[in-house]
């Protein structure tokens, strides 16, 4: 079983959307949750980290749920500029050196005017 | 301030060639990464290293070697170069071992292996 799974997409949206990407992973250890966005060709950057709370930052709401190993990312208000693939990211924590961040495939999001 | 940086942005080999790919960030962070990206497979870590003269092994390290001879430097190396090792290449750093530190990535290198 693959530790982090995402819809693979591609999420096709008008501007102005509001679109919803869901996420889950295998390991109930898992520590901390990231979203990183990833343009073509690019480097990852983080978008933001997921609190067990939720958390907002402008249009982006994202949500974790331990108890159903799943996180979530919500986008309202989609522009143009949000066309990338996004990464859903798990930190496992591992005791030993270094931390052991995995990746899921990623999401591929697509918005049109 | 730079960040992460990588040498070289793209590169073709031939099968059984050497190449060394060079990371180098000025962060002073402690940890950095090797990962690979291919289509379909989503990042997959090679090595890593928590600190200057120490390195281990990812998830997927055959093939490779790494080395931190500098703080600031992380080397990976191939010894002799397989198609399936054609990739996108990402190194990335992090100050520490704290669970909400992120990973800054450098901007890739593509590596096509003949």
């Known amino acids: 079983r693959k530790e982090v799974e995402q819809d693979p997409g591609p999420f096709n949206v008008p501007e102005g959307a509001t679109v919803a990407f869901n996420c889950t992973y295998s390991?109930?250890?898992?520590?901390?949750f990231f979203w990183y966005r990833q343009d073509c060709r690019k480097e990852p950057k983080l978008l933001m980290s997921?609190?067990?709370s939720g958390n907002e930052d402008g249009r982006f709401t994202a949500q974790l749920n331990r108890a159903s190993q799943y996180i979530s990312l919500l986008i309202r208000d989609s522009k143009l500029s949000d066309s990338a693939t996004y990464l859903c990211?798990?930190?496992?924590?591992?005791?030993?050196?270094?931390?052991?961040?995995?990746f899921g495939k990623g999401t591929t999001l697509s918005v049109s005017s | 301030n730079a960040g992460v940086t990588q040498t070289p942005k793209f590169r073709v080999l031939k099968t059984g060639q050497s190449m060394t790919l060079l990371c180098a960030q000025d962060?002073?962070?402690?940890?950095m990464y090797w990962y690979r990206q291919d289509p379909g497979m989503g990042l997959r870590l090679i090595h890593y290293?928590?600190?200057?003269?120490?390195?281990a092994k990812g998830e997927v390290p055959d093939g490779y070697n790494v080395s931190r001879l500098k703080k600031q430097n992380f080397l990976l190396g191939l010894e002799s170069a397989a198609p399936s090792q054609t990739s996108v290449y990402f190194c990335?750093?992090?100050?520490?071992?704290?669970?909400?530190?992120?990973?800054?990535f450098g901007p890739g290198t593509r590596l096509l292996v003949l």
């Open positions: 990335a750093s992090s100050s520490d071992r704290a669970l909400q530190e992120t990973q800054y």
């Open positions: 390991n109930s250890a898992s520590q901390s």
């Open positions: 997921v609190y067990s």
């Open positions: 990211v798990v930190n496992l924590g591992l005791n030993q050196a270094g931390t052991a961040l995995i």
């Open positions: 962060m002073n962070h402690e940890y």
């Open positions: 290293s928590v600190g200057e003269g120490t390195t």
